[in-house]
């Protein structure tokens, strides 16, 4: 079996603050991606990458940069953080891009002052 | 774009009875509807998923109906234990396009 293993997992920024949460996963898998899930909701795309080098924007893509330089790592940035934002940031990949099983990490916890 | 709703967000059931979560999507196009477990503090799990040529599909304890006609599916989790105890989320997508769209998720309680 493989692991996504997500970094950090809690991080605390200041609001106009630029952040960067790193994904990296061991499944060999050609797509990766980030999702944001709010307290109580479901989970919404924000970027995701069909392999490496690539880059597509989801729903939720303004106020945020990917990069995917390596087949098995995809890091997210926040370009700007929010006041008061508070949202778990999951990351998950899959063997190709085609109605396969997501498999995630367990989240990046972000808390603005 | 499509909508999946959860029309459950908790679900309170005694160990042993069955458990059923039901959503609805808009998508006439949607083929693939996948199922997720979420345990605190823990990304999601794939469970069990059905695809468009079928209309049910089982795995063990777990069951997944398919109503093309009205757009809705449903997770049936029979002789419920207090380990199925998480946040359930049902999701759609179209055929070779993995642009997944959650609900909003179901909170499970199984109680002893």
């Known amino acids: 079996g493989g692991i996504i293993t997500q970094t950090p997992k809690f991080l605390i920024g200041q609001e106009g603050q630029k952040l960067t949460l790193k994904c990296q996963q061991n499944?060999?898998?050609?797509?990766m991606y980030w999702y944001r899930q709010d307290s109580g909701k479901g989970l919404r795309l924000i970027y995701y990458?069909?392999?490496?080098?690539?880059?597509q924007k989801g729903d939720l893509s303004e106020g945020y940069d990917a990069s995917r330089e390596k087949k098995s790592s995809f890091s997210l940035t926040v370009t700007s953080a929010q006041k008061n934002e508070m949202a778990v940031f999951l990351c998950?990949?899959?063997?190709?891009?085609?109605?396969?099983?997501?498999?995630f990490g367990h989240g990046t916890k972000l808390s603005v002052l | 774009g499509e909508k999946v709703e959860q029309h459950e967000s908790t679900l309170s059931v005694r160990e042993g009875d069955s458990a059923v979560i039901n959503c609805t999507y808009t998508?006439?196009?949607?083929?693939?509807f996948p199922w997720y477990k979420q345990e605190a503090g823990k990304g999601l799990h794939f469970v069990i998923d059905i695809r468009s040529n079928v209309d049910r599909k089982q795995s063990q304890r777990l069951i997944v109906l398919l109503d093309k006609k009205a757009k809705r599916f449903s997770l049936h989790i029979t002789a419920t234990q207090p380990e199925d105890s998480a946040i359930y989320f049902c999701?759609?997508?179209?055929?070779?396009?993995?642009?997944?769209?959650f609900g909003d998720g179901t909170q499970l309680v199984v109680k002893p």
């Open positions: 998508d006439t196009a949607s083929s693939y």
């Open positions: 999701a759609a997508s179209r055929n070779n396009n993995n642009r997944i769209f």
């Open positions: 499944f060999n898998h050609d797509t």
């Open positions: 990458s069909i392999t490496e080098n690539d880059l």
């Open positions: 998950a990949s899959s063997k190709t891009v085609s109605n396969e099983r997501l498999f």
